[in-house]
C-alpha cells in the first residue's frame, strides 16, 4: 500500500486501484510518478522482448531505467511529452483480405500507454472491457432459453453486423468530446490525442517521409489504450440501443441483436442511423458481415455457429484450427533435419517427445495466471460434440504420414473430447498444461529441458532460466489464441 500526499491530502493507493476518486489532473501524479513507473516496469515490462522504433527490449531499457523514468514523470505531467512513432506490424487475416495494421510502441511509449490506460479506467470504469468471447456466447445462449423459442416459432428476428474497419474509422473529434465530458484536464486530452494521432511507421521508414503516414482519424491498434478507447466511443450508442432491444450485445466491432419480429427492422434502422452519426458504417447485407434473419434460421457470431438448439463452430473457423495443427505436423516433417544439425544436444527421439509435447498443447490449450487459453477454452460453450469427435479423428489421421510414429497416433495423444469435459469440469486435474505450477527455478528448468529449450552442456543462472521460461510461455499462449479469442 502506497500513501501519496496531494494538495497536503493523503490518498491510499495500490497498483491500479485508488481508494478515493481524485479529478484527472490529480491522477497523472498518481500513476506517472516515478515510484509507480519503476514497480510497473519492474511487474510488467522488465523481460519484454519486443521492440519498438529504437529497438531496445526491456534488458536494455532497464540500463537507463533511472533517467528515462524520470523523463517519463516530467514531461507527463508538464503535459510535453512526445511519443515515438509506432513500429508497424502487419497482421494477416487471410486470403483476399488486408492485413491489420499494428503499431508497436517502444518500450518507453508501452509504459506511458500503460499507465494512460490506468487513468482512464479510473475515470470510465463503466467502460473498462472485460468480456471475452466466449463468456458473451454463454450469455447469448441463455437468453435465447429464456425467450422460450421454439422451433417452429417465426416471431423472432436475429441482427447481426459487423462495422467496417471499425479502429481505423473513429472520428477522433467525436471521441475527443466524448472524453471531455468526464475529462477537465487539458494535459490528459493532449496525452491522449498524441497518443491516438502518432504515426504508424515502417522500420526502415525516413524521418523527411514521416508525414506520409500521418492519419487525421482512426485509433492505432496495438496500444494498451485502443481498446478502452473503442469502448468508450460506443458506450452512449451501447445506452441508446439497449433502450429498444432488450437482446443487444456487442464485442468489439461485432453486434448482435435478438429482437421480436414486428420491430426487429426498426432497431436494425435506428443501430445503422446511430453509427452514422459516430461516423461509422456496417457492411451490407449479403457481403458475409451483415445478417437478417429468423431466428429458425442458421447464424454465426464470434466464430460460433448457432442452429438453434445445436451450438456449434463456423467452418472457416475449424478449417483454421486444422490448418494449425496441420503445420505442426508440416514444421516437424520438414525441420527435423535443420534442428538436429543446429542443435547437437538434440536427438531424435527427443524431437519426438516435443513435437508430441506441442502438438496436445495445440490441443488442450494451457492455463496460465488462472486463465484458461486454447481453441476448446474459447468454444466451451458448444454443444456440438459430434463435431469434437470428428477433429480428433482427423487429427489421429495425421500420423499416416509420419514415420516416426509408425504411421499411427500414439497412446499419449490427447483428445479434443476430453479436453472439452476437463476444461469444463477439472481444469487444474492436470490434463491441461498448467504454467502457474511452474513456480520454482527447479520446475522451470525441467520444463524447458524436456522442451529442448536447454542446451545441457551449459549453464544457467536464474535470470535466464526464468527469461527463457517466460518467452517460450508467452509464444505458446500467443500461439493458442484463435483469431476470435482476444481480449476485449
Request: charged share 30%.
Amino acid at each position: 500500500m502506497q500513501i501519496l500526499e496531494i494538495d497536503n491530502k493523503k490518498y491510499f493507493f495500490n497498483g491500479s486501484q485508488l481508494h478515493e476518486t481524485l479529478p484527472p489532473s490529480k491522477l497523472l501524479e498518481v500513476y506517472f510518478s516515478q515510484i509507480e513507473l519503476k514497480k510497473i516496469f519492474d511487474n510488467k515490462f522488465k523481460d519484454s522482448k519486443a521492440k519498438g522504433i529504437d529497438r531496445l527490449n526491456g534488458s536494455q531499457f532497464e540500463k537507463q531505467s533511472v533517467n528515462h523514468l524520470k523523463t517519463i514523470n516530467k514531461k507527463c505531467l508538464s503535459g510535453t511529452y512526445k511519443f515515438s512513432p509506432y513500429a508497424e506490424v502487419l497482421q494477416l487475416k487471410g486470403r483476399g483480405k488486408s492485413p491489420r495494421l499494428i503499431g508497436i510502441p517502444t518500450l518507453r511509449d508501452r509504459l506511458v500507454l500503460n499507465q494512460l490506460k490506468d487513468v482512464l479506467a479510473h475515470i470510465f470504469p463503466d467502460c473498462v472491457p472485460k468480456t471475452r468471447a466466449n463468456t458473451l456466447i454463454h450469455k447469448i445462449s441463455r437468453e435465447i432459453k429464456q425467450l422460450n423459442y421454439q422451433a417452429n416459432d417465426e416471431e423472432v428476428m436475429v441482427f447481426g453486423c459487423d462495422i467496417k474497419g471499425f479502429y481505423d474509422e473513429i472520428d477522433r473529434n467525436i471521441l475527443l468530446e466524448i472524453l471531455k465530458k468526464r475529462i477537465k484536464s487539458v494535459k490528459v486530452i493532449k496525452l491522449i490525442l498524441s497518443a491516438i494521432s502518432n504515426p504508424i511507421v515502417p522500420r526502415n521508414y525516413r524521418n523527411k517521409n514521416l508525414d506520409d503516414f500521418t492519419t487525421e482519424k482512426g485509433v492505432p491498434q496495438g496500444l494498451a489504450i485502443s481498446n478502452i478507447l473503442a469502448a468508450i466511443y460506443l458506450s452512449e450508442f451501447d445506452t441508446e440501443i439497449r433502450k429498444v432491444s432488450n437482446h443487444y450485445f456487442r464485442y468489439v466491432d461485432d453486434i448482435l441483436v435478438i429482437h421480436k419480429s414486428n420491430d426487429a427492422e426498426n432497431v436494425k434502422s435506428i443501430i445503422e442511423s446511430k453509427l452514422n452519426l459516430l461516423g461509422l458504417q456496417i457492411h451490407p447485407l449479403g457481403s458475409g458481415k451483415t445478417h437478417f434473419s429468423k431466428l429458425s434460421e442458421e447464424f454465426g457470431y464470434l466464430g460460433y455457429l448457432f442452429k438453434i438448439p445445436k451450438i456449434s463452430v463456423r467452418q472457416s473457423t475449424v478449417e483454421r484450427f486444422l490448418q494449425s495443427i496441420v503445420g505442426k505436423f508440416s514444421d516437424y516433417l520438414h525441420n527435423k533435419s535443420y534442428r538436429l544439425n543446429k542443435f547437437k544436444y538434440l536427438t531424435e527421439d527427443l524431437l519426438k517427445g516435443i513435437f508430441l509435447l506441442e502438438l496436445n498443447e495445440r490441443i488442450t490449450g494451457a492455463i496460465s495466471e488462472q486463465k484458461k487459453y486454447g481453441w476448446v477454452a474459447y468454444f466451451s460453450e458448444i454443444t456440438d460434440l459430434e463435431l469434437l469427435t470428428k477433429l480428433d479423428n482427423a487429427i489421429s489421421g495425421f500420423f499416416s504420414r509420419l514415420d516416426d510414429f509408425n504411421n499411427k497416433p500414439p497412446k499419449s495423444l490427447k483428445r479434443l473430447v476430453r479436453t472439452y469435459y476437463e476444461m469444463s469440469y477439472s481444469p487444474q486435474r492436470g490434463y491441461i498444461n498448467n504454467y502457474d505450477i511452474l513456480d520454482t527455478n527447479e520446475k522451470k528448468i525441467a520444463f524447458l529441458s524436456e522442451r529442448g529449450r536447454l542446451n545441457p552442456d551449459r549453464s544457467y543462472d536464474e535470470s535466464e532460466i526464468s527469461e527463457l521460461f517466460i518467452y517460450y510461455k508467452n509464444k505458446n499462449l500467443s500461439d493458442l489464441e484463435p483469431d476470435d479469442a482476444t481480449l476485449y
